[in-house]
């Protein structure tokens, strides 16, 4: 830390001299003006820490420097001591209206010069560190509305990117970085198929406003429960949903979460279709679900691009999504073999058993396939749903 720096003002040499030997001497660094006006050209070229000024001085005497000082909004707190050969009983109140600090009068006593120099410092140096963590104070609070700002940014992005895509996609694409998810990659994923019963001949009877105002009710249960389990929707088409778990958020259940998801889905879908038929309308649920690896990123053009999954799994989950009768929930093999230890235990509030749907002959796959039938215990089996 440098040494403070002390402007001497007095047009006397003899006294210049004598109060530059003292204070250079304990360390201080000065600088001397011989008038006012040059007092105050040296200020607002260099500010010193402190002025030892001269009352008594031709032209601006020291009264009129000090006034002339304070009147700068950026010397409002440099120390002033007025040095004066005056009866300092007189000069007092002068001295102070002008704007003094302090006072020493001629002859000079080094200790008392040395105790009211040392004391002005130390206050001017406590109200400088106040002054420099106020600055600090404002950086931070800038620092800190900008990264406000940016939050919330990010939270509209968010909330934008999450009306096509899910919570853990939409922020897993926002976060960037080498872990893009839009970029192609392959990963086992438990797939997860929906599609209405009956919805081609209730379309056919229906007005166009009552169609979108089922698919509304549809979307908004089964979508509520897609996000509960973590879920990630990979796309609406009509009366059928696709979703899958495992990407691009890793879930080590996520056979388990995908058949409790399908036994809530079910039951909500049973509390809809019973609204429904009261309103003439005959619709009920299948759901199929498989397990497998698939190639997943992103699938479209620079204005418009879907997260989507290609393999034979969500092939596998459509086909037996479209055995499935209304109410039912059709597996897989591996799904079965994933979940089969979980029957009749409470997981996740949801318990299930499971029992043999045969071999079906699906479209697309040369063999035929072994699928089983997940029925939920507790609030009646999913099967029973219509």
């Keep these: 830390m440098s040494a403070a720096a002390i402007l001497i003002v007095d047009d006397v040499d003899r006294n210049v001299r004598l109060l530059a030997g003292i204070l250079a001497a304990r360390g201080f660094r000065t600088r001397t003006a011989d008038s006012g006006e040059a007092a105050l050209r040296c200020i607002a070229a260099d500010p010193p820490d402190l002025v030892l000024l001269d009352v008594m001085m031709p032209g601006m005497n020291g009264y009129d420097v000090c006034r002339a000082i304070r009147a700068d909004p950026s010397c409002a707190v440099l120390p002033v001591v007025l040095v004066t050969a005056l009866d300092p009983e007189q000069e007092r109140v002068k001295g102070l209206e002008a704007g003094a600090d302090d006072f020493l009068s001629k002859p000079i006593h080094q200790a008392e010069l040395m105790a009211r120099v040392r004391s002005l410092l130390r206050v001017k140096s406590l109200y400088d560190e106040v002054q420099r963590q106020r600055l600090e104070l404002q950086a931070w609070n800038r620092t800190l509305e900008q990264r406000v700002e940016e939050g919330v940014r990010q939270l509209e992005r968010v909330s934008r990117l999450k009306r096509f895509f899910s919570p853990a996609l939409a922020e897993a694409i926002l976060a960037g970085g080498a872990d893009d998810p839009l970029r192609s990659h392959r990963c086992e994923i438990t797939v997860v198929f929906l599609d209405l019963r009956g919805f081609t001949a209730f379309t056919e009877t229906s007005d166009p406003?009552?169609?979108?105002?089922?698919?509304?009710?549809?979307?908004?249960?089964?979508?509520r429960l897609v996000l509960a389990h973590e879920g990630t929707l990979e796309r609406f088409s009509g009366d059928g949903m696709m979703i899958f778990f495992n990407d691009p958020q890793p879930l080590p259940d996520a056979p388990q979460r995908a058949v409790r998801m399908a036994i809530e889905m079910q039951r909500a879908m049973m509390v809809l279709s019973t609204q429904w038929r009261r309103r003439g309308y005959?619709?009920?649920?299948g759901i199929g679900i498989a397990q497998g690896f698939a190639t997943l990123g992103g699938i479209g053009f620079d204005g418009r691009i879907d997260y989507g999954a290609i393999g034979t799994v969500t092939n596998l989950a459509a086909r037996l999504c479209g055995e499935a009768?209304?109410?039912?929930?059709?597996?897989?093999?591996?799904?079965r073999a994933a979940v089969q230890e979980a029957q009749d235990k409470e997981v996740g509030g949801v318990r299930w058993r499971i029992e043999d749907a045969g071999e079906l002959d699906l479209k697309g796959f040369?063999?035929?396939?072994?699928?089983a039938r997940v029925l939920g215990v507790g609030s009646g089996d999913a099967s029973d749903a219509e």
């Design 209 to 223: 406003e009552e169609v979108m105002g089922v698919l509304g009710q549809y979307h908004a249960a089964m979508g």
């Design 282 to 285: 005959d619709l009920h649920m």
């Design 325 to 335: 009768a209304g109410g039912e929930i059709l597996i897989s093999p591996r799904v």
């Design 366 to 371: 040369h063999r035929k396939v072994r699928a």
